[in-house]
């Protein structure tokens, strides 16, 4: 079971969207369309922004969005704001013992 | 509105056990819809999935800890706990607890994790 990839850094200006990629295998964001995406700000606890791939929790925007193709989960941020920078982390059902795994994160940047 | 909090000590000496405990208010922890997860981020490092349990006892752990973990749930107090053993500086990180969701089918149950306890950090040092 090992961490799903991420790239370490993204950025985009005001109101410019970007795209986060999470990679995994077939046995975990392949497998299941139970991929999350996690913000959390520095010093804070992560916070839920999308679940099962392209769901949005009460009171996230809805320029919050998630999609995945074959073992590639995405997360967009569309119309970046200030309060967007912070990091991210994918996590997916990993099946048999209910196992999960999380993503080694992306730092995002508000230029 | 559920919330989760998390105590325990802060420093842990090497090769002892770390403990902490997770007490939650605003729900039950023995409701049929929910695990209960710890995960934990290393200073300046990403989040890792430590395990998660069900309030009848069962539990799920990461393969790359499973040989020093020990999660347990008390009910009666509503609460779930932590025990890591033989740490090292390795160890050292800030460990969360969250809610779990459970949505069961055929391939087992998967789910999200939300709300988030606010963390404590577990320095390991002598």
């Known amino acids: 079971q090992s961490a799903l990839t991420q790239p370490p850094s993204a950025s985009g200006s005001p109101g410019q969207s970007v795209t986060i990629s999470c990679t995994g295998t077939s046995s975990d964001v392949g497998g299941y369309d139970y991929v999350s995406w996690y913000q959390q700000h520095p010093g804070k606890a992560p916070k839920l922004m999308i679940y099962?791939?392209?769901k949005r929790p009460s009171g996230v925007p809805d320029r919050f969005s998630g999609s995945k193709s074959g073992n590639t989960a995405s997360l967009t941020v569309s119309g970046l704001q200030a309060e967007d920078e912070a990091d991210y982390y994918c996590s997916s059902y990993a099946g048999s013992n209910n196992l999960d795994v999380f993503g080694t994160g992306t730092k995002v940047t508000v230029l | 509105q559920l919330q989760l909090q998390g105590s325990g000590p802060g420093l842990v000496k090497p090769s002892e056990t770390l403990s902490l405990t997770c007490s939650v208010s605003g729900g039950s922890i023995s409701s049929s819809s929910y695990y209960w997860g710890w995960i934990r981020q290393p200073p300046g490092k990403g989040l890792e999935w430590i395990g998660s349990i069900y309030y009848s006892g069962n539990t799920y752990y990461s393969p790359s800890l499973k040989s020093r973990v020990t999660i347990s749930v008390d009910t009666s107090k509503n609460q779930f706990s932590l025990k890591l053993n033989s740490v090292t500086a390795a160890d050292t990180a800030v460990y969360y607890c969250?809610?779990?969701?459970?949505?069961?089918?055929?391939?087992?149950?998967?789910?999200?994790?939300?709300?988030w306890g606010q963390g404590t950090l577990v320095t390991v040092s002598s």
């Open positions: 969250a809610r779990r969701y459970r949505d069961c089918s055929d391939t087992g149950c998967p789910g999200r994790f939300d709300p």
């Open positions: 099962e791939v392209s």
